[in-house]
Every structure is written in structure tokens, then in C-alpha cells.
């Protein structure tokens, strides 16, 4: 099928997404380099510089920086195995033909509409508050101590939220994909007497692989930038319990309006970025181009 | 996959189901719940279901504190935009990514995911310096580029799994027939990749309405979208939690509603090959 | 047809011509969601019925997105807004950066002398008064009476720390889910570090000695971060560590704090039977003191500026003049009561006898007074701010070490760790801004 002509004509469809993309990624990063080298605090505009890999120093040697990174991969790693494997199961769930169906997926995917820092705010306040909350009713009902979530589980209550966010993201690109699976496929292996389990995992898993390195990789890249719902509900802490890289550069930028600082951050924030995705890749990227 | 099975086993499925899905839904619920009730009920201890202070009294604040229809417009025309023109420049990428693979395609979508690597806090002063620059600070077009930019990767990606679904074959005999590259696409892919596109708009246009960093960011009063809107009914003084429900369920009611529309072809699914 | 369309070409431009003579200046206004804003937004009819030639354009956001979007706005010359609302801890610093306009003409009916003294003096740089005043507030107690009779005890009006301890533990009562005090715990510059600046003031601690050398290795410091993180472990609300203004303002306002100090604005709220069912049952006592000198209680004000950047200044001075005149107090007090006129920015206010009735007026006003931002400390100090340092890394430095204290309210640090390590980051930080040589 790849005769010379229509390699041509791939590169020219391929070329304006490329372009565009080049251009939005190229000119933001290099002046993000630019600044990471510079002395550069939005409010004291009189003092500016060229001051060398400080800014990268101050970022390495502060004392929550390992501790921002672990948590960083806690969340994406967290968040994840959450969607994914829950994902799986309601897509094979809500695929079945139940009543309702429609209404049904309907309500699996409410929680996406809902704008991250309300979803964040509801949650904290409406849920998990240890005085009003309707977890520490239900601890109260049952006679308990009410658990103080951003307290004493302070990144665990972070992938809780974020989870419940992204889930039906999962859910739904893992469901479309099991649609696209033939039943008669599945139906023969039925008469075969191949059990409910082994039906999946030699049918069903293979052919949603494709789409679970999809949400793998798309959720990844989303959930290292994540730093909204962390300022909206235990503000990285308490101390640093639930600080993250981007959370780190969200303080240097907004509280401390160190723009050299936060760009800083942000290269080293890319190159984790690369490095997450290059061992992801080398993981699961197989699965892409069956 | 649509299969014969046993009433007992359907009925046991759907009790399954509906459990799943409620709960997911419930913190959705309770927020609609709450924002129905007074501020003082929507805190109470124990949280009150029955016993409630019900109020509309939410709704008519926050409708007549901001001008929810402009924020609801602006939040219609930069995801709707922003949707569109992604899917325009996506749909030839993900075509030929999908068909024409070559050894650097799985780089290049690698590579364009990677454009979306920079934690958007550190980018915030030198992208805002640049939409100063070229005046595009506060108006649509600039938001819309934006967003079409942030989204495009997620877009072409989405395309390229679904496209990946459609058996070369028929592509092929559609060649046979004597389709152009632009036919093909269009008279072909397009309506046989039809649930696969209606997914990814759906999904880029959630992603684009939620958005809520850049398009504070960027926009102060001609451009704010619901956001923005939102953004002026969160932690104010006082109890305020019945109306950031009541903002926030108007700010998802409209894409509850085209969620409500679309999910037939969600839920048709991809209707080609051996389905049915 | 040609001299058609001169004609027409002739009404088109005259028309544009009277169009430009009734013009409209449009102001975009930048300000913060909190109530005495919004009900603003609510009486702009007399606005425009005064002035038909200006139209506002409002933003309104919370207050931490609003600061984030401001801040990006006039450090890089945007030009975004006309009037921008701003705090205490701001004006000064912007003002020397020569990023406001200087409201020192505004017209005499505006009666800049009214402005309470110290209100004033924190937004005044160099004999420029660069924002107004639109509401201020220092910070109180607010307590349930009916509770401290059920204890037997009684709260002064002028309390000292020692009085509030016994106050707290004579009234917890955590199986009625009633707290003997709630103080604030978030982490940040404008949260848990403006309680517990103001806390260390009447301790005779502070930030800097004179000569810019951080503190926290004094003595003082460590019997504040004791006292605080013992009356909040004992007698506060499990989870204080997570508590900013609104979470403990909700649980003042549902009764579950038998004491709260934070800001004198939540009076209004606290005192409105509609938000709270013990609302008739407040009392209000200023912020302790430890027989120093000094009491516990900051000094804020919500002002409205204008940036340089903006092109509409003329008309955006007299919507400022309109928004934080005389008239306008009596304005919110014809439509909506004394008790909703803005407080805390004006002597005329205090002295009239309606609204010197309501239960919290002179509190307020004694605890404004109270607070002195060119001398907030029992030693001297090079800055000026009570519970801030008006210098520009203190928003920064101030949210780190808010993050420590917080650690040790949450019983993650020791207090002793938790003030090193502030001590340790205040010295790099200062060092870093050249503070310390």
C-alpha cells in the first residue's frame, strides 16, 4: 500500500499538525531555557541577571525536591493502576447488554464534565472534610473516629481525586475499543469451551492493548503536570506529604513569583517527562502499530 | 458484542452495572443535590438528605450575579472551535500515520505527546508574554488557537487508534474503485471512522470546556469562558458551597445535554466488520 | 448615484461622529469575589446613572486566581485592567516599582482625611496614596457566649493568651462536636503565616532583627509554635492543619468553634441569623495579648488601584472616587443596612451612631486601631507590615515556612525541627535576595 505517491501524500497530511506542533512546543521551551539561566522574579523586575545553573541548584538541593519527585511518580503511578484496572472492568461491565444502557454510560462518564477544581473542591469539602464531610458521617454512623483524609493521607486522598476524574477518560476509550471486537471471535471461543477467564485474557486483553498504551500514555503525560488539585486541597502538604514537581514550580511561580525558578522546574519537569515516556515506550509502545 | 444471554444473567449485569455507575456518579449527585440547598443545609451535620432547606434561591444569585450567558457562549465557541479546527488538522495526520506507517510514525506520535510534557505553571509568564505580543491576550481566536494546540496531540492520537481499527482492505477497494486520496477520506474513512470521531470530539471538547489554567489565565472579560465563571463562585467569604454547586451544575448541564446526544454513537461503537 | 452615496457617506460619518461624542470609556474592573465586592456589582445602577459616559467591565475572580492573573498583568505591562483590587501587602511594594497611579488627586469630596489613620498609612508610599481603601479589617475573637456560660467562665474584652488556654479547655466539648478554638492551619502566606505573624508579634518574637537576620532561633518563636500547636492539637478540630478562613468560618457559623479569632470582617456573617442559627449568641473580644504591648491582631485592606498600564485612568479614578466615597457607605446602608456597609476604612463610619449600635463595630474599629504596621513588633524590625513583611520575597518565603508549621500542627515535624528548618530556608532566601550579606 505505500506506493511513492502516497508516501508523499502522507507527509503532506502529517506536515501542518507537525508544524503547528513544532512551532507551540519550540517557542514556549526556549524561552523557558532562556529564563531557567536567568535571575528573573516578577516583582523585583530591577534585579535580573544571568545566573548560571543556580536556579537548576536551587531546584535540586531544596529539601522537598526527591521527595516531589517520588510523589510525582506516586501520583502517576497511583492514578493509573486505579483507571486502568477499573477501567477495564466497567468497560467489560457497561458493554454488556444491562437495561438503560445509554443513561447508564451516561453516569460512568459524569465525572469528566466536571471541572477539575470543583471536582477537587467537592470532593475535600463535601466529602472528605473530617467535620462536615459525608465520610466522617458514615465513620460517625459506625461509632468511628472520623479519618482525617488530607491530614494523615495526604497523597493517597490526591490520587483518590485525580483518579475519580480521570476514570471515565479510561473507561471510555477502553470501552469504545471493545466494541470494535468481533463476538463472533469470542462466540467461537465460547464453544471451544474456553472459560470467562481465559476468554480475556487471550482474546479480550490482547485486542485492548492497543488502547490501554493509549490511555497509559496520554493519562501520563497528563497526570505529570498535575498541580490544581493539589492547591485546591492540601496545598502539598501538610509539610511537603503531598507536594509535587509541578506543584513545586506552581509555588515558585504564583506564591513566590520566581519565574526563573519555575522555568527551571519546568526543563527538569520535561526531562522526567522524557524519561517516564522513554521507558514507557520501550514498555508498551509495541502494542501501537499491531 | 452484543451476545444472547440468560434473563438471570442480563438482570444480575444490569443490578452490577447500575452500582458501578452510581457510585461513580454520586459525588456528581450529591453536588446537583446540594446545590438546591441552603447554604447553612448544604453543610450540615449529619449531611441532610430528606430533611433539607430545598431553595432555588442558588440558581436565581448566581444567574444574576454574572453574565452566565456570555461565559456559556464563550465556553460553546473555544471548545467547539478549538474541537473542530484539532479534528481538521488531525484527521489527514491520523490518515496517514494509520495507512501510510513508516518507521518514524510511532516517534512522531511520541513526539507530539511530548509537546504537552511542559507543567503548564512553568510555561505561564513566557507563553502570556508572547500572547501579549501578538495582541491575542483576551480574544477567541487566541484562546481557540491555544486550545487546539494543547489539545491537538490528544486528538491525533485518539484518530489514530480508531483509524487503526479499519481494515486497510476496504480502503484499498475503494482505490480499486478509482477514489482519490480526498474520496477516500472523505466518502470512506470518514463515515466508517464516524463513532471513532465522535468519541474524540466529545472528549476534546470536555477537555477543552474543563480546561480552567490557561483560560483564566488568558482572558479577562470579551473571552472568559465558564472557567472563569466558576472561578468567581469558589471560596468567597463565608458558606458558599451550595453556589459553587449550583455554578458549577450550570457549567455541566450543557455538556451533560451534548453528552446526552452524542452517546448513541459512543454507544453504537465502531459499526463496521463483523459487529451485528 | 454619486451623490447618493456622498450622502450616505455623510450620514455615516456624522452619525460616527455623535457616536464618538456620546462614547462610552469602558473600565475593566479586576476584583475579588468576596461578599462586600459582589454586592457592588449589585448597586452599580447609581454608578451609572451618575456617570452615563463610563461603562464597567467586571472580572471577577477568587483570590488567589485573581492575585496569580494581576500580578502576571501588571509585572508585564499587559494593560489588562483599569482598576485592580489589591491587598496591604501589595500596594507598597507595587507602588515603589511605579506600577500604580498615585490617587493623591482624586477630588475633595473624596475626603482623604476620613480614611482611618493606619488604613491609610499602609497604602500611602512616600506621601502617595496609591489605592483606596474599599473594605478593611484587623482580626478578633469571635466566641459563643452561650457556651462560655454553660462553662462558667467569662472572656474579657481584652483577653490574654493565658485566658484564651483555660477559655478553650473549659469549653471543648468533642463529643457534642464543639471545639474550645479554632485557628487557622492551611499553609500560606495569607493563611496559617498571617495568624501566627500576628501570634508571634504579641509574643515578642518577629521575622528579622534589624539587620535582616531571620529569627525563628529565638526563643519567642519557639514558645509561639508550642503554644499554637498545643491549643490547636488539644482544643482544636481534628484536621486543623487543612483549616484556612473559610473552613473555620463554616465551622463558626454551624457553632462548632467555641472561639475562632481571624478576620473582623466575618462579623457581618457571623451576626446574620440567615447564615448561621447562633447568630444571637457571638461575642467579640480583641486578639489576645501576653502583656507585651502588643496584641495579636493584623491589619488589611481590600483597596482599589490603578495600574500605569491602563489607557482609562481618568475614568477608572472616578470609579474608585464613586466605589470607596462616603456616599457609597450611606449607599449600601439605604439599600441593604448598616451592618453590609463596608467596614474598616473610615472614621466617618465609626462615628455615626447607627452604625456604632451594631454588636462588632467598635471591636472592629479598637482592633484596627490596635495595629500598627510601621511598628507591628515589642523589638524594632527593619520592614513594615504586622502580619506580613512588605517586602516582595515574603509572599514566597512565608508560604515555605507556612508549609513547615503546618507539617508540625500536623504532628509530622516537632516544632523544634519546624523552626530550624524555617530558620535554615529564611537564611538562604534572604541571603539569596541580598538582605544578608
Same mark, same amino acid.
Given at each position: 500500500?505505500?506506493?511513492?505517491?502516497?508516501?508523499?501524500?502522507?507527509?503532506?497530511?502529517?506536515?501542518?499538525?507537525?508544524?503547528?506542533?513544532?512551532?507551540?512546543?519550540?517557542?514556549? $521551551?526556549?524561552?523557558?531555557?532562556?529564563?531557567?539561566?536567568?535571575?528573573?522574579?516578577?516583582?523585583?523586575?530591577?534585579?535580573?541577571?544571568?545566573?548560571?545553573?543556580?536556579?537548576?541548584?536551587?531546584?535540586?538541593?531544596?529539601?522537598?525536591?526527591?521527595?516531589?519527585?517520588?510523589?510525582?511518580?506516586?501520583?502517576?503511578?497511583?492514578?493509573?493502576? !486505579?483507571?486502568?484496572?477499573?477501567?477495564?472492568?466497567?468497560?467489560?461491565?457497561? %458493554?454488556?447488554?444491562?437495561?438503560?444502557?445509554?443513561?447508564?454510560?451516561?453516569?460512568?462518564?459524569?465525572?469528566?464534565?466536571?471541572?477539575?477544581?470543583?471536582?477537587?473542591? !467537592?470532593?475535600?469539602?463535601?466529602?472528605?472534610?473530617?467535620?462536615?464531610?459525608?465520610?466522617?458521617?458514615?465513620?460517625?454512623?459506625?461509632?468511628?473516629?472520623?479519618?482525617?483524609?488530607?491530614?494523615?493521607?495526604?497523597?493517597?486522598?490526591?490520587?483518590?481525586?485525580?483518579?475519580?476524574?480521570?476514570?471515565?477518560?479510561?473507561?471510555?476509550?477502553?470501552?469504545?475499543?471493545?466494541?470494535?471486537?468481533?463476538?463472533?471471535?469470542?462466540?467461537?471461543?465460547?464453544?471451544?469451551?474456553?472459560?470467562?477467564?481465559?476468554?480475556?485474557?487471550?482474546?479480550?486483553?490482547?485486542?485492548?492493548?492497543?488502547?490501554?498504551?493509549?490511555?497509559?500514555?496520554?493519562?501520563?503525560?497528563?497526570?505529570?503536570?498535575?498541580?490544581?488539585?493539589?492547591?485546591?486541597?492540601?496545598?502539598?502538604? &501538610?509539610?511537603?506529604?503531598?507536594?509535587?514537581? &509541578?506543584?513545586?514550580?506552581?509555588?515558585?511561580?504564583?506564591?513566590?513569583?520566581?519565574?526563573?525558578?519555575?522555568?527551571?522546574?519546568?526543563?527538569? +519537569?520535561?526531562?522526567?517527562?522524557?524519561?517516564?515516556?522513554?521507558?514507557?515506550?520501550?514498555?508498551?509502545?509495541?502494542?501501537?502499530?499491531? | 458484542?452484543?451476545?444472547?444471554?440468560?434473563?438471570?444473567?442480563?438482570?444480575?449485569?444490569?443490578?452490577?452495572?447500575?452500582?458501578?455507575?452510581?457510585?461513580?456518579?454520586?459525588?456528581?449527585?450529591?453536588?446537583?443535590?446540594?446545590?438546591?440547598?441552603?447554604?447553612?443545609?448544604?453543610?450540615?451535620?449529619?449531611?441532610?438528605?430528606?430533611?433539607?432547606?430545598?431553595?432555588?434561591?442558588?440558581?436565581?444569585?448566581?444567574?444574576?450575579?454574572?453574565?452566565?450567558?456570555?461565559?456559556?457562549?464563550?465556553?460553546?465557541?473555544?471548545?467547539?472551535?478549538?474541537? $473542530?479546527?484539532?479534528?481538521?488538522?488531525?484527521?489527514?495526520?491520523?490518515?496517514?500515520?494509520?495507512?501510510?506507517?513508516?518507521?518514524?510514525?510511532? %516517534?512522531? $506520535?511520541?513526539?507530539?505527546?511530548?509537546?504537552?510534557?511542559?507543567?503548564?505553571?512553568?510555561?505561564?509568564?513566557?507563553?502570556?508574554?508572547?500572547?501579549?505580543?501578538?495582541?491575542?491576550?483576551?480574544?477567541?481566536?487566541?484562546?481557540?488557537?491555544? $486550545?487546539?494546540?494543547?489539545?491537538?496531540?490528544?486528538?491525533?492520537?485518539?484518530?489514530?487508534?480508531?483509524?487503526?481499527?479499519?481494515?486497510?482492505?476496504?480502503?484499498?477497494?475503494?482505490?480499486?474503485?478509482?477514489?482519490?486520496?480526498?474520496?477516500?477520506?472523505?466518502?470512506?474513512?470518514?463515515?466508517?471512522?464516524?463513532?471513532?470521531?465522535?468519541?474524540?470530539?466529545?472528549?476534546?471538547?470536555?477537555?477543552?470546556?474543563?480546561?480552567?489554567?490557561?483560560?483564566?489565565?488568558?482572558?479577562?472579560?470579551?473571552?472568559?469562558?465558564?472557567?472563569?465563571?466558576?472561578?468567581?463562585?469558589?471560596?468567597?467569604?463565608?458558606?458558599?458551597?451550595?453556589?459553587?454547586?449550583?455554578?458549577?451544575?450550570?457549567?455541566?448541564?450543557?455538556?451533560?445535554?451534548?453528552?446526552?446526544?452524542?452517546?448513541?454513537?459512543?454507544?453504537?461503537?465502531?459499526?463496521?466488520?463483523?459487529?451485528? | 448615484?454619486?451623490?447618493?452615496?456622498?450622502?450616505?457617506?455623510?450620514?455615516?460619518?456624522?452619525?460616527?461622529?455623535?457616536?464618538?461624542?456620546?462614547?462610552?470609556?469602558?473600565?475593566?474592573?479586576?476584583?475579588?469575589?468576596?461578599?462586600?465586592?459582589?454586592?457592588?456589582?449589585?448597586?452599580?445602577?447609581?454608578?451609572?446613572?451618575?456617570?452615563?459616559?463610563?461603562?464597567?467591565?467586571?472580572?471577577?475572580?477568587?483570590?488567589?486566581?485573581?492575585?496569580?492573573?494581576?500580578?502576571?498583568?501588571?509585572?508585564?505591562?499587559?494593560?489588562?485592567?483599569?482598576?485592580?483590587?489589591?491587598?496591604?501587602?501589595?500596594?507598597?511594594?507595587?507602588?515603589?516599582?511605579?506600577?500604580?497611579?498615585?490617587?493623591?488627586?482624586? &477630588?475633595?469630596?473624596?475626603?482623604?482625611?476620613?480614611?482611618?489613620?493606619?488604613?491609610?498609612?499602609?497604602?500611602?508610599?512616600?506621601?502617595?496614596?496609591?489605592?483606596?481603601?474599599?473594605?478593611?479589617?484587623?482580626?478578633?475573637?469571635?466566641?459563643?457566649?452561650?457556651?462560655?456560660?454553660?462553662?462558667?467562665?467569662?472572656?474579657?474584652?481584652?483577653?490574654?493568651?493565658?485566658?484564651?488556654?483555660?477559655?478553650?479547655?473549659?469549653?471543648?466539648?468533642?463529643?457534642?462536636?464543639?471545639?474550645?478554638?479554632?485557628?487557622?492551619?492551611? +499553609?500560606?502566606?495569607?493563611?496559617?503565616?498571617?495568624?501566627?505573624?500576628?501570634?508571634?508579634?504579641?509574643?515578642?518574637?518577629?521575622?528579622?532583627?534589624?539587620?535582616?537576620?531571620?529569627?525563628?532561633?529565638?526563643?519567642?518563636?519557639?514558645?509561639?509554635?508550642?503554644?499554637?500547636?498545643?491549643?490547636?492539637?488539644?482544643?482544636?478540630?481534628?484536621?486543623?492543619?487543612?483549616?484556612?478562613?473559610?473552613?473555620?468560618?463554616?465551622?463558626?457559623?454551624?457553632?462548632?468553634?467555641?472561639?475562632?479569632?481571624?478576620?473582623?470582617?466575618?462579623?457581618?456573617?457571623?451576626?446574620?441569623?440567615?447564615?448561621?442559627?447562633?447568630? %444571637?449568641?457571638?461575642?467579640?473580644?480583641?486578639?489576645?495579648?501576653?502583656?507585651?504591648?502588643?496584641?495579636?491582631?493584623?491589619?488589611?485592606?481590600?483597596?482599589?488601584?490603578?495600574?500605569?498600564?491602563?489607557?482609562?485612568?481618568?475614568?477608572?479614578?472616578?470609579?474608585?472616587?464613586?466605589?470607596?466615597?462616603?456616599?457609597?457607605?450611606?449607599?449600601?446602608?439605604?439599600?441593604?443596612?448598616?451592618?453590609?456597609?463596608?467596614?474598616?476604612?473610615?472614621?466617618?463610619?465609626?462615628?455615626?451612631?447607627?452604625?456604632?449600635?451594631?454588636?462588632?463595630?467598635?471591636?472592629?474599629?479598637?482592633?484596627?486601631?490596635?495595629?500598627? &504596621?510601621?511598628?507591628?513588633?515589642?523589638?524594632?524590625?527593619?520592614?513594615?507590615?504586622?502580619?506580613?513583611?512588605?517586602?516582595?520575597?515574603?509572599?514566597?518565603?512565608?508560604?515555605?515556612?507556612?508549609?513547615?508549621?503546618?507539617?508540625?500542627?500536623?504532628?509530622?515535624?516537632?516544632?523544634?525541627?519546624?523552626?530550624?528548618?524555617?530558620?535554615?530556608?529564611?537564611?538562604?532566601?534572604?541571603?539569596?535576595?541580598?538582605?544578608?550579606?
Amino acid at each position: 500500500m505505500s506506493t511513492q505517491s502516497s508516501r508523499l501524500a502522507a507527509r503532506v497530511m502529517v506536515a501542518p499538525s507537525v508544524l503547528l506542533l513544532f512551532i507551540w512546543m519550540v517557542v514556549p $521551551l526556549a524561552m523557558t531555557l532562556y529564563y531557567s539561566f536567568r535571575l528573573y522574579r516578577l516583582i523585583s523586575p530591577d534585579r535580573t541577571g544571568w545566573v548560571g545553573f543556580t536556579n537548576y541548584l536551587w531546584f535540586i538541593n531544596a529539601p522537598e525536591f526527591w521527595l516531589a519527585m517520588g510523589n510525582t511518580l506516586a501520583l502517576v503511578g497511583g492514578v493509573l493502576a !486505579i483507571t486502568v484496572t477499573l477501567g477495564i472492568l466497567i468497560a467489560l461491565l457497561i %458493554d454488556q447488554p444491562v437495561k438503560g444502557q445509554g443513561v447508564l454510560r451516561i453516569l460512568v462518564i459524569a465525572p469528566f464534565f466536571v471541572m477539575p477544581p470543583v471536582a477537587a473542591s !467537592i470532593l475535600e469539602n463535601l466529602f472528605m472534610h473530617p467535620q462536615n464531610g459525608l465520610f466522617a458521617a458514615v465513620s460517625m454512623s459506625f461509632g468511628a473516629q472520623p479519618i482525617l483524609f488530607l491530614q494523615d493521607y495526604p497523597m493517597w486522598s490526591v490520587i483518590a481525586i485525580v483518579s475519580w476524574e480521570w476514570l471515565p477518560f479510561a473507561t471510555l476509550i477502553l470501552l469504545t475499543s471493545l466494541q470494535s471486537l468481533s463476538s463472533e471471535q469470542l462466540e467461537a471461543a465460547e464453544m471451544d469451551g474456553a472459560s470467562a477467564l481465559n476468554r480475556f485474557r487471550f482474546i479480550i486483553l490482547p485486542h485492548m492493548m492497543r488502547a490501554i498504551t493509549v490511555v497509559i500514555l496520554i493519562q501520563t503525560i497528563f497526570l505529570l503536570g498535575i498541580f490544581g488539585e493539589i492547591f485546591t486541597t492540601t496545598q502539598g502538604g &501538610p509539610g511537603s506529604a503531598s507536594t509535587t514537581l &509541578p506543584y513545586m514550580i506552581f509555588k515558585q511561580a504564583i506564591a513566590a513569583k520566581d519565574i526563573g525558578r519555575a522555568a527551571a522546574g519546568g526543563i527538569i +519537569a520535561v526531562i522526567l517527562a522524557n524519561i517516564v515516556a522513554y521507558f514507557l515506550m520501550r514498555g508498551i509502545g509495541r502494542h501501537l502499530d499491531t | 458484542m452484543a451476545r444472547a444471554t440468560s434473563p438471570r444473567r442480563k438482570a444480575l449485569t444490569t443490578l452490577a452495572a447500575w452500582s458501578v455507575a452510581l457510585v461513580i456518579f454520586f459525588p456528581v449527585l450529591w453536588m446537583i443535590l446540594t446545590s438546591f440547598k441552603t447554604e447553612p443545609s448544604a453543610v450540615a451535620m449529619p449531611p441532610q438528605l430528606f430533611t433539607a432547606d430545598w431553595t432555588l434561591e442558588n440558581y436565581a444569585e448566581v444567574w444574576q450575579r454574572s453574565d452566565y450567558p456570555r461565559f456559556f457562549w464563550n465556553s460553546v465557541v473555544l471548545s467547539l472551535g478549538s474541537t $473542530l479546527l484539532g479534528l481538521a488538522v488531525a484527521i489527514p495526520a491520523a490518515w496517514a500515520m494509520a495507512f501510510v506507517p513508516g518507521k518514524k510514525t510511532k %516517534d512522531l $506520535l511520541m513526539w507530539m505527546l511530548s509537546t504537552k510534557m511542559m507543567p503548564a505553571v512553568a510555561v505561564m509568564i513566557p507563553l502570556y508574554l508572547v500572547f501579549l505580543k501578538l495582541g491575542l491576550i483576551d480574544t477567541r481566536i487566541g484562546l481557540v488557537l491555544a $486550545l487546539m494546540l494543547m489539545n491537538l496531540p490528544i486528538i491525533v492520537w485518539m484518530l489514530y487508534t480508531y483509524f487503526k481499527e479499519i481494515p486497510a482492505e476496504i480502503l484499498e477497494a475503494a482505490r480499486m474503485d478509482g477514489a482519490g486520496l480526498f474520496k477516500e477520506i472523505v466518502y470512506v474513512l470518514t463515515p466508517m471512522a464516524l463513532p471513532g470521531i465522535a468519541s474524540t470530539l466529545l472528549l476534546n471538547v470536555i477537555l477543552a470546556w474543563n480546561e480552567a489554567f490557561w483560560t483564566i489565565i488568558l482572558t479577562t472579560t470579551k473571552a472568559a469562558p465558564l472557567s472563569a465563571f466558576i472561578a468567581s463562585f469558589s471560596a468567597p467569604q463565608g458558606l458558599f458551597y451550595a453556589k459553587l454547586s449550583a455554578a458549577s451544575t450550570m457549567a455541566i448541564a450543557p455538556i451533560l445535554i451534548l453528552g446526552w446526544f452524542s452517546q448513541k454513537q459512543l454507544v453504537r461503537g465502531l459499526t463496521f466488520g463483523a459487529v451485528k | 448615484m454619486k451623490m447618493t452615496q456622498r450622502a450616505l457617506l455623510g450620514a455615516t460619518v456624522s452619525l460616527a461622529l455623535a457616536g464618538a461624542a456620546m462614547a462610552e470609556t469602558t473600565i475593566t474592573v479586576a476584583t475579588v469575589n468576596n461578599g462586600d465586592m459582589v454586592r457592588m456589582q449589585g448597586l452599580m445602577d447609581d454608578f451609572y446613572a451618575k456617570h452615563p459616559d463610563i461603562k464597567v467591565e467586571w472580572v471577577t475572580l477568587e483570590e488567589n486566581v485573581l492575585r496569580q492573573n494581576v500580578t502576571t498583568d501588571i509585572a508585564t505591562g499587559g494593560g489588562q485592567y483599569d482598576v485592580i483590587t489589591i491587598g496591604t501587602y501589595e500596594v507598597p511594594i507595587w507602588g515603589k516599582q511605579g506600577w500604580l497611579e498615585s490617587l493623591n488627586d482624586l &477630588p475633595a469630596d473624596y475626603d482623604v482625611d476620613d480614611l482611618l489613620p493606619a488604613i491609610r498609612g499602609g497604602l500611602t508610599v512616600d506621601g502617595n496614596l496609591y489605592a483606596s481603601p474599599f473594605y478593611g479589617e484587623s482580626s478578633f475573637l469571635n466566641y459563643r457566649k452561650d457556651l462560655a456560660e454553660k462553662a462558667g467562665i467569662t472572656i474579657s474584652d481584652a483577653p490574654t493568651w493565658d485566658e484564651i488556654k483555660a477559655a478553650a479547655a473549659a469549653m471543648t466539648d468533642t463529643e457534642a462536636g464543639v471545639y474550645g478554638i479554632c485557628l487557622r492551619g492551611k +499553609a500560606g502566606w495569607g493563611e496559617n503565616m498571617a495568624f501566627l505573624t500576628t501570634m508571634a508579634n504579641s509574643y515578642g518574637a518577629r521575622w528579622f532583627d534589624e539587620n535582616w537576620q531571620p529569627q525563628f532561633d529565638q526563643p519567642e518563636w519557639k514558645a509561639v509554635m508550642t503554644d499554637y500547636v498545643e491549643l490547636l492539637t488539644k482544643y482544636g478540630p481534628p484536621g486543623a492543619s487543612n483549616n484556612g478562613y473559610n473552613e473555620n468560618l463554616t465551622l463558626s457559623l454551624q457553632g462548632k468553634c467555641a472561639m475562632r479569632m481571624d478576620a473582623t470582617v466575618s462579623a457581618g456573617a457571623l451576626t446574620d441569623p440567615a447564615q448561621s442559627e447562633f447568630a %444571637d449568641k457571638v461575642g467579640f473580644a480583641l486578639a489576645p495579648d501576653a502583656g507585651l504591648g502588643k496584641r495579636a491582631n493584623w491589619l488589611w485592606a481590600w483597596s482599589l488601584a490603578v495600574p500605569s498600564s491602563s489607557d482609562a485612568k481618568d475614568a477608572a479614578k472616578t470609579f474608585i472616587n464613586w466605589a470607596t466615597n462616603k456616599d457609597y457607605l450611606a449607599l449600601v446602608a439605604s439599600k441593604e443596612g448598616w451592618r453590609n456597609a463596608p467596614p474598616g476604612t473610615r472614621t466617618s463610619l465609626y462615628a455615626n451612631p447607627e452604625y456604632a449600635a451594631l454588636p462588632f463595630a467598635k471591636m472592629t474599629i479598637d482592633s484596627i486601631n490596635a495595629a500598627d &504596621p510601621t511598628n507591628p513588633t515589642v523589638k524594632p524590625v527593619p520592614y513594615v507590615g504586622v502580619q506580613f513583611v512588605a517586602i516582595p520575597e515574603f509572599a514566597g518565603l512565608a508560604t515555605s515556612v507556612g508549609e513547615l508549621f503546618s507539617a508540625a500542627l500536623a504532628g509530622q515535624k516537632s516544632v523544634d525541627d519546624a523552626l530550624a528548618e524555617a530558620q535554615a530556608l529564611a537564611v538562604s532566601e534572604m541571603t539569596a535576595a541580598g538582605y544578608i550579606k
